[in-house]
């Protein structure tokens, strides 16, 4: 059953607060282009934190898979996404760090040298034009889906609940607009306010943080999800939210610390 009281749970307000904080770092230390550096660049704290982030959805997502398949009410469509979706997300987060080559000082491959935009061993800085692949494709594709799956869907759902039974018949959900429209505000915030070649590392880590927060309260505590939940004792679910909530914290240190210890490369 979905829970429509959004604001009182836990891991979704945790990462309202969260991305308002980055957000709130990196305006007061735009009068210091060492500390907004420090925020921005190669293995910095908001690459880390991506890292970590994508890392948990992809966990979150693979658990809920193998969780769905035990059940005999599963369907083919919703393994499959929720098997895509967390390959995609340990991609990302892979991709995010350049596969550890700066920790484990691997040096790139001569292809990579020659088509990576900056010369690291990943997929998505090859060269493509003008610009990258990032730039030219993977953005726009961030983009439309991140407005129809945050935006355009939730708010047709709200006229038609149809919409919302076919997404989650699929394996997916639909972030409650109370979540979405915060998370799309500090986007659009991070691009007026913040004047940084990386600027738009802020908005990758808003959608990450957004993006675990929403998995874990649609599939693991029914935050405006309508099916069954990976845990169905009510007060099990409140203390896991809580539990999470304080997790995501923690991913928050843990972002900041690993970031010290590899050191920001400016490019």
């Not at 007060?235 to 995501?248: G, N, T």
């Not at 690993?258 to 490369?265: E, F, K, P, Q, R």
Request: proline content about 3%; glycine content about 8%.
């Amino acid at each position: 059953m979905a829970n429509k009281k959004w604001y009182l749970h836990p891991a979704i307000a945790t990462g309202i607060v969260i991305n308002a904080f980055i957000l709130l770092l990196a305006v007061a230390w735009s009068g210091n282009p060492a500390g907004l550096d420090r925020l921005l660049v190669e293995d910095g704290i908001v690459e880390w934190m991506q890292f970590l982030c994508f890392s948990a959805i992809a966990g979150l997502l693979g658990f809920a898979f193998f969780e769905r398949l035990k059940r005999s009410d599963r369907g083919v469509l919703e393994l499959l996404a929720l098997a895509g979706l967390s390959l995609l997300c340990a991609l990302a987060a892979l991709e995010e760090i350049s596969w550890f080559q700066r920790v484990l000082n691997i040096q790139s491959s001569e292809f990579f040298l020659q088509n990576n935009r900056q010369g690291e061993t990943n997929i998505h800085n090859l060269a493509m034009g003008d610009g990258s692949l990032h730039k030219n494709v993977l953005l726009k594709l961030i983009f439309i889906t991140g407005i129809t799956h945050n935006l355009i869907l939730p708010l047709v759902a709200r006229f038609k609940p149809g919409v919302q039974d076919w997404v989650e018949k699929l394996g997916l959900y639909l972030p409650p607009l109370s979540a979405s429209v915060p998370y799309l505000v500090l986007v659009a915030l991070s691009h007026i306010l913040i004047d940084h070649p990386r600027k738009g590392e802020l908005g990758e880590l808003f959608g990450a943080v957004h993006y675990m927060a929403t998995v874990f309260g649609a599939y693991y505590a029914g935050v405006a999800y309508r099916r069954a939940t990976l845990f169905e004792n009510p007060a099990d679910i409140a203390r896991l939210s809580k539990l999470f909530a304080l997790w995501m914290l923690f991913l928050l240190l843990n972002g900041w610390m690993l970031s010290a210890g590899a050191g920001a490369v400016v490019k």
